[in-house]
T-cell receptor
Framework: ETGVTQSPTHLIKTRGQQVTLRCSSQ?????VSWYQQALGQGPQFIFQ???????GRGNFPPRFSGLQFPNYSSELNVNALELDDSALYLC?????????????FGQGTRLTVV | GESVGLHLPTLSVQEGDNSIINCAYS??????FIWYKQESGKGPQFIID?????DKRQGQRVTVLLNKTVKHLSLQIAATQPGDSAVYFC????????????FGAGTTVTVRA
């Protein structure tokens, strides 16, 4: 177990709806990164939050947004869901202020858009 | 755009043999590389990493080789075991601790008994 927990584990939504996914980072970690993993593909970087601020964003539209809370847990919000948003959403927590640390991934949330 | 990619999508290996998984990258600014293992229904699990100022790093039963001249990365697994069956990804980063990773598509390793 990595200490990174994501909820829910599975979710089914209808096209056009909005969804919120949650991630609790590992104790002591101040950075959360979110990734989208389509079936049979590698994870794609969505964005990263460091000390409650967005700290870099991948090639995803603005309807993908996020938050990080004072306890460093994080949310990923997706508005106006599209069928192509169906994927495994992963969060990874890390401690970017220290050298030689690694990121730990959660189990992911499987989102299906119908 | 620049990306990290793996040479082969699948690899079948006999239990006890050594496995070699390859990865090509094209971003010359990449400074840090990581290999991850992902089992079905789980998130990626860190295996080993290497910085661009190194060409080899060893862990327990695993070795990563980095050839910056041809932008090639490989993961060697010694004495492959059934528990090594998984999808393996290489990922690259601009610098350690940044963790805005670019992943390849993955290689599925199947270990034959």
């Amino acid at each position: 177990e990595t200490g990174v927990t994501q909820s829910p584990t599975h979710l089914i939504k209808t096209r056009g709806q909005q969804v919120t996914l949650r991630c609790s980072s590992q104790s002591g970690h101040n950075t959360v990164s979110w990734y989208q993993q389509a079936l049979g593909q590698g994870p794609q970087f969505i964005f990263q939050y460091y000390r409650e601020e967005e700290n870099g964003r991948g090639n995803f539209p603005p309807r993908f947004s996020g938050l990080q809370f004072p306890n460093y847990s994080s949310e990923l919000n997706v508005n106006a869901l599209e069928l192509d948003d169906s994927a495994l959403y992963l969060c990874a927590s890390s401690e970017c202020d220290r050298a030689d640390t690694e990121a730990f991934f959660g189990q992911g949330t499987r989102l299906t858009v119908v | 755009g620049e990306s990290v990619g793996l040479h082969l999508p699948t690899l079948s290996v006999q239990e006890g043999d050594n496995s070699i998984i390859n990865c090509a990258y094209s971003n010359s600014a990449s400074d840090y590389f990581i290999w991850y293992k992902q089992e079905s229904g789980k998130g990626p699990q860190f295996i080993i990493d290497i910085r661009s100022n190194m060409d080899k790093r060893q862990g327990q039963r695993v070795t990563v080789l980095l050839n910056k001249t041809v932008k090639h990365l490989s993961l060697q697994i010694a004495a492959t075991q059934p528990g090594d069956s998984a999808v393996y990804f290489c990922a690259e980063n601009r610098r350690p601790n940044d963790y805005k990773l670019s992943f390849g598509a993955g290689t599925t390793v199947t270990v034959r008994a």
